[in-house]
Structure formats: structure tokens, C-alpha cells
């Protein structure tokens, strides 16, 4: 997969539309990624989609896509979800479902969809399970990456973001070529303010608190695949393609092929 959708319909809602509309893949996937801060779910997020061809949903980033426009295109909800953001506590599962509901279509999009950071509630879950029903959904699978808690912390303690294009590097793992400045665009790097240290407590206390239960959720229902954290993101990549290749036929559905591959996308 060669081109990168944009997700404008996913971080924008409202009449945006992607501008480079999500190739059509051979499988259609559909999973969750589950996991605590830190641990790559966006990098597998990124990398899953890229090559499989899935549309990369995550509710962080539309947090963040709202964080970086101007104050009045903000919405009164994401304007209250930043206010959450900002101190690493969990935006309110309301605030949350009504900006997932906004955007149900892109749950539609012909090529599949990969949710990373939701849902992180047992409530978010369940509305989740409901929305899918409605459309005629099914989820393959439900990955959650594990890593020990002395290195998730290490890693968001040393990360910095690149503001323009959003790479990610590390203090000491994945420093950039010259100090504070991205190699990709020459974006100012910084340190996310939920990346602070006050902040990575907060952040894993709701983990352990709302998130951590979704494990046993999700195994209930069987979905639950299990991919421990490798040393770089590739072999992590790779452990998790090869669970992803072991699922039966991926879900696909009378809802996903209302939108015929000539046709135009939902999302
Ligand atoms: P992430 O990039 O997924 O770690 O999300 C960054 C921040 O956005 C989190 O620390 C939360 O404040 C907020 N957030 C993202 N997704 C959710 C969600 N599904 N439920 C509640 N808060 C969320």
C-alpha cells in the first residue's frame, strides 16, 4: 500500500471526507488494539495499516488533530476532551461515544478499520459492540501488546513528536540525526504534555482502572489475541501479522460491501 489515506472524514467528521480514498485489500481487516500507554499501539497502528491496507481509527489522534486547530473550529465536546487530555486522565465515556458516533461511517470504510484507543472502558465496549451490530459488523480480533511497566515508562518518559508530520523518536532509542529537530520534515520536536512524568502516572492508573478490565472482556468473546512486545517495531509487526494470518476468513459483511470498490468510500 503505497499512499496514505489522510482520515479527514475520521478526525474531522462533519463533511470532510478523505482525500485519497482507502484502497480496496484483498482481506478486509478488523481489529482492536488493546494495550497500555506506550507500549506501540499507534506504531503498529501505522504499520498494520500501511501494508494490510486498514483505515488507522484512533481517538487520540482526533484529540490531537482538535488540540492543533484554531479554538472556535473546536466543538464544545473536544474542546472538554482536551481539558481531560492535557492532565492524562480518560475523556469521559459520553464525550467519547458521542465523537465516535459522529463518525460511525468511517466503522463502514472499504478498507476495513483498526481501532487504537477504543475502546478503553467496559461501557465504551459495549456501545462499541452495539454500533457494530447496527452496521453489520463483525471484529476479527482484539490485540493486546504487553511490555513490562519499567519500560512503557521509559519509553514515554524519552519520546518527542514531531508537530508537522508526527513522527515519533526517543531520547536515547531513536534519537533524531540533530538534537530536538525531525529528520522527516525538520518539525521542532516536543514532548507531549501527557508524555510528562505527572502525566504517565495518571495515565497508567486509568489503564489499570478502566482499560486492563477489556482484557478479560475481550477473551470472554474469544477475540482476544496476545503479541508480547518486541525489541523494534518490525519484529512486533511481524508477531502480530503472523496472528492476524492464523484467524479464520476475516469478517467481512453485507454492510462493507454496500460500498462496491468503484463506488464511493464512506470514509
Ligand atoms: P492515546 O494517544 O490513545 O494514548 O490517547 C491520548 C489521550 O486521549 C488519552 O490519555 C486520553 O486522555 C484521551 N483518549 C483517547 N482515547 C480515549 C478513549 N477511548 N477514552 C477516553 N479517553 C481517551
Same mark, same amino acid.
Given at each position: 500500500?503505497?499512499?496514505? /489515506?489522510? $482520515?479527514?472524514?475520521?478526525?474531522? @467528521?462533519?463533511? @470532510?471526507?478523505?482525500?485519497?480514498? #482507502? ?7 478488523? #481489529? ?44 464544545? =465536546?473536544? =474542546? ?26 468511517? *466503522? ?14 467496559? =461501557? ?6 452495539? *454500533? ?8 476479527? @480480533? ?14 514515554? @518518559?524519552?519520546?518527542?513528536?514531531? +508537530? ?9 532509542? $531513536?534519537?533524531?540525526?540533530?538534537? /530536538? ?51 523494534? +517495531?518490525?519484529? %512486533? ?6 496472528? *492476524?494470518?492464523?484467524? +479464520?476468513?476475516? =469478517?467481512? %459483511? ?6 462496491? +470498490? ?6
Amino acid at each position: 500500500m503505497s499512499v496514505k /489515506n489522510d $482520515r479527514a472524514s475520521w478526525l474531522h @467528521a462533519g463533511d @470532510a471526507r478523505c482525500s485519497i480514498p #482507502p484502497a480496496v485489500p484483498r482481506k478486509i481487516y478488523r #481489529p482492536i488494539l488493546l494495550g497500555a500507554p506506550g507500549v506501540g499501539k499507534g506504531t503498529q497502528g501505522d504499520l498494520i495499516c500501511a501494508r494490510l491496507g486498514t483505515c488507522h481509527l484512533s481517538t487520540g489522534d482526533i484529540f490531537r488533530a482538535a488540540k492543533c486547530s484554531g479554538e472556535r473550529e473546536r466543538s464544545p =465536546a473536544l =474542546a472538554l476532551a482536551l481539558v481531560f487530555m492535557r492532565h492524562g486522565d480518560l475523556v469521559p465515556d459520553t464525550t467519547v461515544l458521542n465523537i465516535v458516533r459522529e463518525r460511525e461511517r468511517c *466503522l463502514r470504510c472499504r478498507g476495513g478499520f483498526l481501532l487504537d484507543g477504543f475502546p478503553r472502558t467496559i =461501557a465504551q465496549a459495549d456501545a462499541l459492540g452495539i *454500533l457494530l451490530e447496527h452496521n453489520k459488523l463483525k471484529l476479527d @480480533a482484539v490485540i493486546d501488546y504487553e511490555l513490562p511497566l519499567e519500560k512503557i515508562i521509559a519509553r514515554l @518518559a524519552g519520546r518527542r513528536t514531531c +508537530p508537522d508530520c508526527k513522527t515519533t523518536f526517543h531520547v536515547t532509542d $531513536r534519537p533524531p540525526r540533530e538534537e /530536538n529537530i525531525c529528520d522527516e520534515c525538520g518539525g521542532k520536536l516536543f514532548q507531549r504534555e501527557d508524555d510528562q512524568p505527572e502525566a504517565i502516572l495518571i495515565r497508567m492508573a486509568a489503564y489499570k482502572a478502566s482499560t486492563q478490565p477489556l482484557i478479560e472482556y475481550y477473551r470472554r468473546r474469544n477475540l482476544l489475541i496476545t503479541v508480547a512486545t518486541a525489541d523494534t +517495531p518490525e519484529e %512486533t509487526y511481524q508477531r502480530t501479522l503472523a496472528q *492476524l494470518q492464523t484467524l +479464520p476468513s476475516p =469478517a467481512t %459483511t453485507a454492510a462493507a460491501s454496500q460500498f462496491p +470498490p468503484s463506488g464511493r468510500p464512506p470514509g
